[in-house]
């Protein structure tokens, strides 16, 4: 059955506007400080938002975030 057992989102559409924000940033491998910088927004709020970016695309470390972002926001999107 699609979607049994399944909590991870694929649906990039489902993450908030700063999240799609912050995601961008993390694959241009920036820091949370840089991040942080450029959004103009405290580091504990990056990593309040990269921690909700993890558990919607289930996934435990940034690499792994990085691996997932970079099929939901291919190149040139």
Do not use: C
């Not at 990039?12 to 910088?37: C, F, G, S, Y």
């Not at 919607?56 to 975030?65: S, T, Y």
């Amino acid at each position: 059955m699609p979607g049994k057992g399944t909590a991870v989102e694929t649906d990039p559409t489902k993450l908030t506007q700063q999240e799609r924000k912050i995601a961008l940033h993390v694959l241009e491998d920036k820091t949370n400080k840089e991040i942080a910088d450029a959004l103009f927004i405290s580091v504990s709020t990056v990593r309040t938002h990269i921690n909700n970016l993890n558990k919607k695309l289930g996934v435990g470390d940034r690499e792994a975030l990085k691996v997932q972002l970079q099929q939901q926001f291919p190149p040139g999107d």
